[in-house]
């Protein structure tokens, strides 16, 4: 088996294979951590409406060090700019954009999705510690399409990509495509289909590494 | 002549006692009114109840009130930080109670109880455990959530303009959770950084109307 030498694609490489797939035009939801990044990776002349679930359509770049305005944060509460043509709205009208379709795409991180589309991303389920969920659940159930973005493997090698999720569940169904540093895999009917390999890894090796069956084009 | 404009905090806190139940605006440390915070930890109160987005973050008064086991029970979406709060803290020893809510449906439950709509039911969360023990029902071929009205006796929110009716404006990211909030408390109090003459903010402006606001304080900080 060749898995151990396969490096696979950087976070920010998964990133950017995320972002070109993003036309424009669309109203996009970048979850907290990774999928974050995938704003650096959207050429400025492609026009796309980020939206930030605290009540900002037209998220820009990340202002540079001493130009931080106060007022100003996204979901994951680090300072941010607005671009020209954005918009605020409050917490009913930025979640009425989420759970009413109207966003385009959200794209999230994740603990497992399952080849059914189920996803969980919000709770370990560990005694004592205080589960947090935040707007994951509007957006798992209410944008027009859910991406993943996350590590094709936990830390310690098992598989993200399974048959049914153990950890309880963010959204049942709902997630399309999961971008990871092994592959760009669908969600369809049929279960995980494999649309991508990086670079060095085959089918096989995508495979040996996800808990369900992988489909072939 | 309507003068909702109080001279100092105390005034505009008095009448909040043991055991109220108190919306607390913001986003983050964006929007929630400090001062205000800060100066409820000083008035040694016990068995709260705090309706607020965060509850767990290192910024503000709620984690002192939490530390000072002012605050019984939290209804919020994301009690967590980065690092450890004192919030974890009371939790993992089972000293404050928690009801978890997904953020949109907390502003959905927060807006209906100010617009007069008892319940509703709302696809966020079917089949997950924050749906159990709830009524569900299939609508439209979907799996719905029936989720009740949230009010409180009062709301702490933070505004950036104010006139002498309560009209408010907020400022970028900090209007969040505060117009539903002032919507849905039975007095609502907020502090502002700008005070206006009454006709001087635009009507077209005006975010949150004065008939949803009692008092008003002016912070000394203008950031």
């Known amino acids: 088996m060749s898995e151990t030498r396969i490096k696979g694609w950087s976070r920010t490489e998964m990133a950017a294979r995320a972002a070109a797939d993003i036309p424009e035009g669309w109203a996009v939801n970048l979850g907290i951590g990774l999928p974050t990044l995938i704003a650096n990776y959207v050429p400025a002349e492609r026009e796309v409406m980020f939206h930030s679930e605290n009540g900002v359509l037209g998220v820009g770049p990340a202002p540079d060090a001493g130009a931080e305005d106060i007022w100003l944060i996204n979901a994951g509460k680090q300072p941010i700019t607005l671009r020209p043509g954005a918009s605020i709205v409050g917490q009913a009208d930025s979640f009425g954009i989420i759970r009413g379709g109207h966003l385009d795409l959200c794209v999230l991180g994740g603990y497992e999705v399952a080849a059914n589309g189920d996803l969980a991303n919000w709770s370990t389920g560990k005694p004592g510690e205080a589960p947090a969920v935040g707007g994951a659940m509007d957006l798992g159930a209410g944008a027009k399409r859910v991406w993943v973005l996350m590590e094709h493997t936990t830390r310690d090698g098992r598989p993200k990509l399974v048959e049914r999720c153990a950890y309880p569940l963010t959204a049942l169904g709902s997630v399309t495509r999961i971008y990871t540093d092994l592959a760009v895999i669908d969600v369809t009917k049929q279960g995980f289909l494999l649309r991508d390999c990086a670079p060095g890894a085959s089918h096989a090796d995508v495979q040996v590494k996800t808990g369900a069956t992988l489909h072939r084009q | ?223």
């Open chain 2, 1 to 223: 002549m309507i003068d909702k404009f109080v001279p100092d905090i105390d005034a505009a806190l008095e009448g909040i006692g043991d055991g109220a139940t108190i919306m607390v605006g913001g986003f983050g440390a964006v929007g929630q009114p400090h001062a205000l915070v800060d100066a409820l930890g000083e008035r040694g109160l016990r068995d709260l109840t705090i309706i607020a987005n965060n509850a767990g973050g290192d910024f503000g008064g709620l984690p002192k009130l939490i530390a000072q086991g002012a605050i019984r029970k939290v209804i919020c979406s994301y009690p967590r930080a980065s690092g450890k709060t004192a919030f974890d803290a009371l939790y993992a020893q089972d000293r404050i109670e928690l009801e978890l809510v997904p953020q949109g449906t907390l502003a959905e439950r927060i807006r209906a109880a100010g617009a007069g709509i008892p319940a509703f039911f709302t696809p966020t969360g079917a089949g997950t455990q924050l749906a159990e023990g709830k009524e569900i029902r299939i609508i439209n071929g979907r799996p719905c959530i029936l989720e009740t009205a949230l009010a409180a006796e009062f709301a702490l929110i933070e505004a950036w303009e104010a006139d002498r009716w309560g009209n408010l404006t907020y400022r970028r990211t900090g209007r969040n959770f505060n117009p539903l909030m002032a919507s849905a408390a039975t007095l609502t109090i907020a502090l502002a950084h700008r005070k206006r003459e009454l006709g001087a903010i635009d009507p077209d402006a005006v975010i949150t109307p004065g008939l949803f606001v009692d008092r008003i304080f002016i912070a000394e900080t203008t950031s």
